[in-house]
């Protein structure tokens, strides 16, 4: 069994920042991709950022130059720092992870709960 915890959400106002993190924990053996998503209210899960086990960086258009992921490998943790955040931002933000299991060898999908970032004009 695998957990991801998210942290760091809140209420920002624009152009602010915020850090949200999320640690993996359980049966790991490695993790793949790691990344985050948000879901807004009325709308689809969309991808904001992901990154490989070697570093590789992905992101959505709305994430880039304002966005950063980054990973822990040791801390088996991801990190998504967000700068001068917009109210369009505002989303339950996910976090994801492929995973490797410890004793069974297979590759599973992980989600966390969610953390909600809320970003008032």
């Known amino acids: 069994q695998v957990q991801l915890v998210e942290s760091g959400g809140g209420l920002v106002q624009a152009g602010g920042s915020l850090r949200l993190s999320c640690a993996a924990s359980?049966?790991?053996?490695?993790?793949?991709?790691m990344g985050w998503y948000r879901q807004a209210p009325g709308k689809q899960r969309e991808l904001v950022a992901d990154?490989?086990?070697?570093?590789?960086?992905n992101y959505a258009d709305s994430a880039k130059g304002r966005f950063t992921i980054s990973r822990d490998n040791a801390k088996n943790t991801v990190y998504l720092q967000m700068n001068s955040l917009k109210p369009e931002d505002t989303a339950v933000y996910y976090c994801n992870g492929l995973v490797r299991d410890f004793i069974s060898g297979r590759v599973r999908n992980y989600w966390g709960q969610g953390t909600q970032v809320t970003v008032s004009s």
């Open positions: 359980g049966s790991i053996f490695s993790i793949n991709a």
């Open positions: 990154i490989t086990s070697g570093g590789s960086t």
